[in-house]
Nanobody, 124 residues
């Protein structure tokens, strides 16, 4: 059974950092694209960061470029999202998702497997 477990969320002050983890089980991330999405109250789910684990190619939303870094640890079957210089507008539930690679699409509809989400709250 394919499962994704997101963790690492919490409360942090503006300007601070957090590292989210997405631990995969039931499949090997080596051949997949892994994505991080977020959803704030009253807003649509939006794509944040994406990685094609086969070749390490990444993609970022404009709002997080230069502040967030996505990476993978294949030995741990885990993808990380390092978030620096956090802003109050980064507050949201963060979800990781996976699917077979197909150009790293930013639409959540293109990902079949989802984790349960982890809450990130950035105070001003």
């Amino acid at each position: 059974e394919v499962q994704l477990q997101a963790s690492g969320g919490g409360l942090v002050q503006a300007g601070g950092s957090l590292r989210l983890s997405c631990a995969a089980s039931g499949f090997t991330i080596d051949d997949y694209a892994i994505a991080w999405f977020r959803q704030a109250p009253g807003r649509e789910r939006e794509g944040v960061s994406f990685i094609d684990v086969r070749d390490g190619r990444t993609r970022y939303a404009d709002s997080v470029k230069g502040r967030f870094t996505i990476s993978s640890d294949n030995a741990k079957n885990t993808v990380f999202l390092q978030m620096n210089s956090l802003k109050p507008e980064d507050t949201a539930i963060y979800y990781c998702a996976a699917d077979l690679p197909s150009g790293l699409p930013m639409s959540p509809n293109m990902y079949d497997y989802w984790g349960q989400g982890t809450l990130v709250t950035v105070s001003s």
